[in-house]
């Protein structure tokens, strides 16, 4: 079985500040890993994908990800935050072979502090 | 180059009624996947689409609910005598190819309102 554990529901970060928002996985086989932005009322925008290739997976924005096997981890960074980074992020994992088996976690809300 | 269009962005009916809600992909995209989001929650599957063929429905509802894609034309999701519990919004992603290792993209979504 898979499944995906984002494992906080709001971040706030003052602007400037690093972001670190946590994704942790379970899947029984080599997963495809996404990261998703959701701004208000619109629908989901792709940030970066891990696919088996680099372990660090560098995104739209300034946004980057790391998968790291051995702890089960997918977590989103990005050094400096930006106030257009308020919004909803998604992680997302996949089984390789079977499209539809797509789950998505929970959600961050990423707030921004002046 | 249009990305996912979903139209109505709102959609506002009374207990009993039908929803129709419709997805056009991406040019060049055949797969089409619905999705449910309640406030407050992520996205929840329903269901994945090629042309003139339903792949998985595992996440449908047994009841009230379906939906088709046509050789020609958008995808539809249909909600038969809605309740107010189908509140939400839906949204449509496409993708060119069915492994999942290829992002989908998304359209804006259907905000479902029932009165």
């Given at each position: 079985a898979q499944s995906v554990t984002q494992l906080d529901s709001h971040v706030s970060v003052s602007e400037g500040t690093p972001v670190l928002l946590r994704c942790n996985y379970s899947s029984s086989y080599s997963p495809s890993l996404f990261w998703y932005v959701q701004h208000p009322n619109k629908g989901l925008q792709l940030l970066l994908k891990y696919?088996?290739?680099?372990t660090l997976v560098k995104g739209i924005n300034g946004f980057e990800a790391e998968f790291k096997k051995s702890e089960t981890s997918f977590h989103l960074t990005k050094p400096s935050a930006h106030m257009s980074d308020a919004a909803e992020y998604f992680c997302v994992v996949t089984l390789y072979s079977?499209?539809?088996k797509i789950i998505f976690g929970s959600g961050t809300r990423l707030s921004i502090r002046p | 180059n249009a990305g996912v269009m979903q139209n109505p962005r709102h959609l506002v009916r009374r207990r009993g009624q039908e929803a129709r809600l419709r997805c056009s992909p991406m040019k060049g995209h055949s797969h089409v996947y619905w999705y449910r989001q309640l406030p407050e929650e992520g996205l929840k599957f329903m269901v994945y689409l090629q042309k003139e063929n339903?792949?998985?429905?595992?996440?449908?509802?047994?009841?009230r609910f379906s939906a088709e894609f046509p050789k020609e034309g958008p995808s539809i999701l249909r909600i038969q005598q809605?309740?107010?519990?189908?509140?939400a919004a839906y949204f449509c992603a496409s993708s060119?190819?069915?492994?999942?290792n290829q992002p989908q993209h998304f359209g804006d979504g259907t905000r479902l309102s029932i009165l």
């Open positions: 696919t088996s290739a680099a079977s499209a539809s | 339903i792949i998985d429905e595992s996440g449908m509802p047994k009841e809605v309740v107010r519990g189908d509140s060119p190819a069915e492994y999942s």
